[in-house]
């Protein structure tokens, strides 16, 4: 699991991006900015992020239940699940906010 840094969403409609190899088996959750132990009901659990690439330098993590705008402008953590599936290994080496504006 990767915890990383407090990061403050834009007001704007925006997505969280990956860098990564076998991001299938990742999933996203995201905290309050104050304790990674308090995990946002609608962005984690049975709603986590979810990727459907193999992985690349843009995969796209989705919450099928939530968008990220009712978000906008909170400080946040993400919270990131690294799975092995067979022998596939997940490497995650960038994480990135963009704004869709």
């Given amino acids: 699991m990767v915890c990383p840094a407090v990061v403050e969403l834009p007001s704007a409609e925006c997505e ?3 860098n990564s190899d076998a991001a299938r088996s990742m999933r996203v959750e995201i905290t309050d900015e ?3 132990h308090h995990p946002l009901a609608d962005f984690s659990g049975p709603n986590s992020g ?3 690439t193999d992985g690349g330098l843009n995969c796209i993590v ?3 239940q939530e968008s990220l705008a009712s978000l906008g402008g909170k400080k946040v953590r ?3 699940h690294l799975r092995q ?3 596939n290994v997940p490497r995650l080496f960038a994480i990135a906010v963009k704004s869709k504006v």
């Fill in 85 to 87: 599936q067979d022998k």
């Fill in 16 to 18: 969280i991006v990956l």
């Fill in 34 to 36: 104050h304790h990674h």
């Fill in 62 to 64: 989705k919450w099928e």
């Fill in 78 to 80: 993400l919270r990131i």
């Fill in 50 to 52: 979810t990727l459907d």
